[in-house]
C-alpha cells in the first residue's frame, strides 16, 4: 500500500514536532510494508517571510493531491501585527475551508500515570476520556460583515441547517460506538443561533433513538469540564464555543502538548496537534512531540484505515509515560525530563516492543 502525505511543519516548534513525527510515522509504516510518499511546504509566517502570504496556491494543491496533511504550528510573536488576511493563523482558516475540513476532532484522555502532571486533582481527573466534535468551517471565525474602526468592533455569527448537520452525524455516529451519550454544546438562553443549532441538532438525535442528547450551555460546560470531566464522552459544538472548550480540556491532560487532533472533510483530511508554536522554546529540543504524534496515530485510523496501528502508537505513548518520561512541559510530578528527541526515541521503542508482543499473541492463538 502506498500513501501520499503533505508535511507542513509551519512556526516555532512545529519543525520540531513534526521531525518527531515523520520519524515514527516512517518507522511504523514499515512495520507494515506501508510506503509514505512525504511531500514538504510552507504554511504561516514562514510562508509569508518567503512569499510574502502565510500560505501559497502551490501548497494548497500539494493538500489537493495527498490522501493527508500534517501540520505543525503556526504564528508568533513576530508576526502578531500584520493584517489579519497576512497573519499566520488566516493561512489556517484558509486551508480548512479550502479543503471543506468541517469537522474538528480532539480526543482529551488521561493516561493512569500522568494524573499527577495535572493541576486538578487525581480524584476529579482519573479515568476522563471523551472527544469534543467542533464545527470548523463555519460560525463567528468565517462570517461576514466583519471588521472595526475607531467606534466599534464587530464579527457575525451564522450557521446554515446543512453545517450543523453534517458534523451532528459525525458525532451521534461515534457515540453509538462509545457510551451512547452526546452533549450538544450552545448558548441558546441569549443567542438565536445557538437556538437554531439546538432545533437542527434535535431533529438529527431522532435518528439516533439509542444516543443520549444532552443539551448544556457553554459556560456551563467550561465548568464541568473542569469541576467532573468524567461525565461527559462526546461533546459536539460550534466553531467558536469548540475552540474554548478543547483548549480547557488541556488543563484536564496536563498540557497542551499532549492533545492531537483531526479535521476532516468528506474528501480530505488534516492532522495536526492543538497547541501553538511555543517561540519561546523553539529551537531547544524541549518540545513535547506527543500531540503530534498523537495525530500521527489519528492519520493511521482516519485516513488509512488502520485502527489497529493507531492503538499500538497510543499503547506506546502511555508505556514510556508508565516508565517516568516527561518533557518540561509535563514535569509536575518529578517524572525523568527528556528532550524531544529522547521522548520519541523512547515511543518507538516502546511501540517495537507492544509490536512484537502483539504479533507473538496472535502467533500464539
Not at 114 to 135: A, M, P, Y
Not at 150 to 167: P, S
Not at 346 to 358: G, L, P, S
Request: proline content about 3%; charged content about 25%.
Amino acid at each position: 500500500m502506498k500513501k501520499k502525505v503533505t508535511l507542513l511543519p509551519g512556526d516555532g516548534i512545529g519543525t520540531e514536532v513534526m521531525s518527531a513525527a515523520v520519524k515514527l510515522m516512517h518507522h511504523v509504516a514499515e512495520k507494515y510494508d506501508l510506503t509514505i510518499e512525504t511531500t514538504e511546504s510552507l504554511m504561516g509566517g514562514c510562508s509569508y517571510d518567503a512569499y510574502g502570504t502565510p500560505l501559497t496556491d502551490e501548497t494548497i494543491q500539494l493538500c489537493y493531491e495527498s490522501d493527508a496533511v500534517l501540520l505543525g504550528a503556526v504564528g508568533g510573536y513576530k508576526w502578531e501585527n500584520l493584517a489579519h488576511h497576512l497573519k499566520p493563523e488566516a493561512a489556517l482558516l484558509k486551508l480548512r475551508k479550502s479543503l471543506g475540513l468541517y469537522t474538528n476532532i480532539r480526543p482529551a484522555k488521561v493516561y493512569p500515570s500522568f494524573v499527577n502532571s495535572s493541576s486538578l486533582k487525581e480524584s476529579v481527573i482519573l479515568g476522563t476520556d471523551f472527544v469534543v466534535f467542533r464545527e470548523l468551517t463555519g460560525g463567528i471565525y468565517f462570517g461576514e460583515p466583519r471588521g472595526y474602526d475607531e467606534n466599534k468592533g464587530f464579527n457575525t455569527m451564522v450557521y446554515e441547517k446543512y453545517e450543523i448537520e453534517r458534523i451532528a452525524h459525525q458525532a451521534f455516529k461515534v457515540a453509538q460506538k462509545r457510551k451512547k451519550v452526546l452533549t450538544s454544546v450552545d448558548k441558546a438562553n441569549v443567542l438565536e443561533v445557538s437556538q437554531f443549532w439546538r432545533k437542527v441538532v434535535e431533529e438529527v438525535s431522532k435518528e439516533y433513538p439509542d444516543v443520549k442528547l444532552n443539551n448544556m450551555y457553554v459556560d456551563n460546560t467550561a465548568m464541568q469540564v473542569v469541576r467532573d470531566p468524567r461525565q461527559f464522552d462526546v461533546i459536539v459544538t460550534s466553531n467558536l464555543f469548540g475552540d474554548i472548550i478543547s483548549d480547557i480540556a488541556g488543563m484536564i491532560t496536563g498540557s497542551l502538548g499532549m492533545l492531537p487532533s483531526a479535521s476532516l472533510g468528506d474528501k480530505y483530511a488534516l492532522y495536526e496537534p492543538v497547541h501553538g508554536s511555543a517561540p519561546d522554546i523553539a529551537g531547544q529540543n524541549k518540545a513535547n512531540p506527543i500531540a503530534m504524534i498523537g495525530s500521527v496515530a489519528m492519520m493511521f485510523d482516519l485516513s488509512f484505515g488502520m485502527k489497529e496501528t493507531a492503538d499500538l502508537i497510543e499503547k506506546a505513548i502511555e508505556r514510556t509515560l508508565d516508565q517516568g518520561f516527561r518533557t518540561v512541559d509535563i514535569n509536575l510530578d518529578n517524572g525523568n525530563v527528556v528532550s524531544t528527541d529522547k521522548m520519541t526515541e523512547m515511543i518507538i521503542k516502546n511501540f517495537d516492543i507492544i509490536y512484537q508482543e502483539n504479533k507473538e499473541s496472535v502467533f500464539t492463538l
